[in-house]
């Protein structure tokens, strides 16, 4: 059973930096694409990132520029570095990953959430 743990939320000013962490369990983490979605209240989740198992990257327009997305393979962790945080990016952050080494389609494994909130 794959489990992903998510860790580094919490409260941050506006224009400040924050940087969540997943760590991933099992064999899958090396071969796998890894990513992360956040959801806001009242909103639907969207997508916000995302890295392949040959560490091609993928961005949201709303973030690309500020967050950067890495992976350490010795660690089985994926980081989600965020810069420069706007109320907007209020929301709670979930760690995923797809089935394949590539992000195509719903990915397979979610981890629980970790609340990021930004404050004017």
């Known amino acids: 059973q794959v489990q992903l743990v998510e860790s580094g939320g919490g409260l941050v000013q506006a224009g400040g930096s924050l940087r969540l962490s997943c760590a991933a369990s099992?064999?899958?983490?090396?071969?796998?694409?890894m990513g992360w979605y956040r959801q806001a209240p009242g909103k639907q989740r969207e997508w916000v990132a995302a890295?392949?198992?040959?560490?091609?990257?993928k961005y949201a327009g709303s973030v690309k520029g500020r967050f950067t997305i890495s992976r350490d393979n010795t660690q089985n962790t994926v980081y989600l570095q965020m810069n420069s945080l706007k109320p907007e990016d209020t929301a709670v952050y979930y760690c995923?990953?797809?089935?394949?080494?590539?992000?195509?389609?719903?990915?397979?494994?979610w981890g629980q959430g970790t609340q990021v909130t930004v404050y004017s």
């Open positions: 995923n990953a797809w089935s394949g080494s590539s992000y195509v389609g719903v990915p397979r494994y």
């Open positions: 099992g064999s899958m983490f090396r071969s796998n694409a």
């Open positions: 890295i392949t198992s040959g560490r091609d990257l």
